[in-house]
DNA sequence: TGTTATTTGCAATACACTTGCAGTAAGGAA
DNA sequence: TTCCTTACTGCAAGTGTATTGCAAATAACA
């Protein structure tokens, strides 16, 4: 785990537990983003001593400090997390059949979010964008 | 409700039943999209007897039928429906203060899809786009 | 090493949604 | 109109994901 994400939790105030250390170990290691089932999943199989609860307590915790990314895939019904140091703003594709998850490394929507703030008079804060289909192997 | 619903809905092998056609006129008359329990509230509110399993079924025959679009709006944690007879696909944005929500009469992403399918290789079958952010009176 | 606020685990709870099953009713046939 | 089949409904119970309360454990600072 980076030393750099360490000192940015101490900095806000929280601590750098073991069960913090391992829960961002996982993500780090991921490659597509994770449901705490998933990730709590992974800790069990490394024999790490953890509970669901704190599973999730953390995952909110990490959010609130910005150091991991909150997403909820297209009809899915469950959240899913994924580190944000070193990646870019990007959205995702799931595959309907075998739940297979790959990167979309776009965003078409600055200039569309101009205009929607422009004709609706919201401020925009987020937008999920979220695409489902059958990848080459189910097709 | 409108004749050419009922048409549909028999031809499909179902049954024109005093709930389903309860629970289609009250989507006829939403303003925004409806999640179960807040369509359920307006039933009550009418006097219709009616439970919540027979609303949730409902709502799966009908999208089944392709007569209501059921969309999951951004980090709701939650299913909404709205009719389909009408209306052009559409997305929408939620205010994040005070919950509401507004059709957004446009979707940018014809021609992006087409470029995702050529470099994932997936068949994309569907897309979520949903904002969030503030509304004018909550700003 | 001691102090204290954060964090953890366990149990209980909340909430959206689904399933099983016996009884009800829609709607085509007679 | 009446009968019959089968879709549909209501009630109760069950999933699965996520949250909350509280006492015990532990990170971090002096």
Redesign the pocket.
């Known amino acids: 785990m980076k030393t750099k994400l360490k000192d940015e939790i101490?900095a806000a105030?929280?601590?750098?537990?073991?069960?913090?250390q391992a829960v961002l170990s996982v993500l780090e290691g991921a490659k597509y983003p994770l449901?705490?089932?998933e990730l709590y999943g992974q800790l069990q199989a490394q024999n790490v001593?953890?509970?669901l609860?704190?599973v999730?307590?953390?995952l909110?915790?990490l959010k609130e400090l910005g150091l991991v990314t909150q997403l909820e895939l297209h009809q899915e019904?469950?959240?899913r997390y994924e580190i944000k140091e070193g990646r870019e703003h990007h959205h995702h594709i799931r595959c309907k059949s075998c739940g297979r998850i790959v990167d979309l490394l776009l965003c078409p929507l600055k200039k569309l979010t101009a205009f929607i703030e422009q004709e609706t008079r919201f401020v925009v804060g987020d937008h999920s964008l979220e695409f489902s289909g059958w990848c080459p192997k189910c097709q």
Chains 1, 2 share one sequence.
């Open positions: 101490r105030g929280k601590r750098v537990t073991r069960t913090r449901s705490p089932t001593a953890i509970d609860v704190t999730y307590r953390n909110t915790t019904g469950q959240f």
